[in-house]
C-alpha cells in the first residue's frame, strides 16, 4: 500500500497552507505580505519550499525551504541555496520526517543546479541536520562592543543601494575565498523592501565611489537593547574605522553592539581597537555538498554575515 505521506515542491497555491502549518509548528504568525516578500519576490528566485503532504488527511506534515543564492569559493562562482526554514506539524513528528524531507529536498535540488546549500541552524534542528549529511563549515561567534557612544564619522545615510554598490561588492569579492555575492537589486531586497523589519544603511563615499557601507538594525529582546551589524565591508582599514563609527553611533542608546565574526574575517583587527571583544555563540554555518563533490573554502578571507541568512 503506497504511503500517505508524499513529497513535492510547492507552488504558490499552497501557500496559506504553508503559512498554516509555520503557526502551528512554531506557534507564532507569519504574516501573508512577509511570506510573499520572501517566497516570491527575492531577484535570485523564488524561495524553493518543498513540502510533506498527508493525502488522507490533506495536512501538510512538514516543509524544507532552500533559498537560491550566489556563492563564491575559491574564486568560482558557485549556484547554491540557503535553508530558511524547516518544520514538522506537532502530531507528525517522533516518523523521522525532518530527515526524510531533507534527503528529499537536497536531492531535488540537483534538479536546478545548486551544488551547494548552507544555513544556519538552531540548536534543535542541528542534530536533525546533520544526520541528512550536512557538515559544520566554521561557527559564528559575536564581536560585541558595549557603552557605546556618538562618534564622529565620514559616512552618510542612504535610502537604498544603487549600481556603484555592484562595482564595490565586485571589487571587494575578489579578497575573499568565501563569500555569498551579493547586487544592488538583491540588497535592496533584502534590507530595504523587506515589509516587517527597518534597517539603516550607511555608505563611505569618494568622489561619487563607493568605499565602504554597513547595515545596520535594533533589536531588543527583555528590554536588553541590542544594535546589529548585518553587514559591512570596506576597502581599507580607514575606512572601516569610519563606519565602525557610524555602527557605534547608531548604538549609543543600546546595550550592546555586535556583529558576527568568521574565522578568516579581514576587519577583525580593526574592530578590536575599537574595543570590541568575541564572544561565543551557539550558532554555527552548515554546508551540504549537493551532487557529493566535497567542497571546502581556502585560505583566503571569509565572510559570512546576519544579511546572510534570513532570520535577522
Request: with cysteine.
Amino acid at each position: 500500500m503506497a504511503s500517505p505521506l508524499q513529497f513535492r515542491l510547492a507552488t504558490p497555491k499552497d501557500d496559506p497552507r504553508i503559512l498554516e502549518l509555520f503557526q502551528t509548528s512554531f506557534g507564532r504568525e507569519v504574516p501573508g505580505e512577509v511570506w510573499n516578500w520572501f517566497g516570491h519576490l527575492c531577484p535570485t528566485g523564488d524561495n524553493r519550499t518543498y513540502v510533506c503532504e498527508d493525502t488522507e488527511s490533506g495536512k501538510l506534515a512538514a516543509s524544507y525551504s532552500l533559498l537560491p543564492i550566489r556563492l563564491c569559493m575559491n574564486g568560482t562562482e558557485i549556484p547554491a541555496s540557503l535553508c530558511t526554514n524547516v518544520n514538522t506539524r506537532p502530531e507528525y513528528r517522533g516518523r523521522g520526517l525532518f530527515t526524510k524531507i531533507g534527503e528529499y529536498a537536497l536531492c531535488e535540488e540537483r534538479d536546478f543546479d545548486a551544488q551547494i546549500s548552507i544555513g544556519v541552524p538552531n540548536s534543535n534542528a542541528y542534530p536533525g541536520h546533520m544526520k541528512v549529511g550536512w557538515e559544520e563549515l566554521f561557527p559564528l561567534p559575536f564581536l560585541v562592543k558595549r557603552e557605546c557612544r556618538i562618534q564622529p564619522h565620514r559616512c552618510h545615510e542612504v535610502a537604498r543601494f544603487d549600481q556603484r554598490f555592484d562595482e564595490f561588492y565586485a571589487r571587494i569579492a575578489q579578497n575573499f575565498s568565501f563569500i555569498v555575492l551579493k547586487d544592488h537589486r538583491f540588497f535592496n531586497w533584502r534590507v530595504v523592501s523587506r515589509p516587517d523589519q527597518e534597517y539603516t544603511k550607511y555608505v563611505y563615499e569618494d568622489g561619487g565611489d563607493i568605499r565602504g557601507y554597513c547595515v545596520l538594525k535594533h533589536f531588543e529582546v527583555k528590554k536588553y537593547r541590542k544594535a546589529h551589524i548585518l553587514d559591512i565591508h570596506a576597502d581599507c582599514d580607514e575606512v572601516m574605522h569610519d563606519l565602525l563609527c557610524a555602527a557605534e553611533s547608531f548604538a549609543c542608546n543600546c546595550d550592546e553592539l555586535n556583529c558576527w565574526t568568521t574565522p578568516r574575517n579581514p576587519y577583525k583587527s580593526v574592530f578590536l581597537t575599537h574595543c570590541f571583544y568575541e564572544r561565543d555563540s551557539d550558532d554555527k554555518l552548515i554546508m551540504h555538498c549537493n551532487f557529493g563533490e566535497k567542497k571546502e573554502p581556502g585560505d583566503g578571507y571569509w565572510w559570512f554575515c546576519l544579511a546572510d541568512n534570513d532570520v535577522y
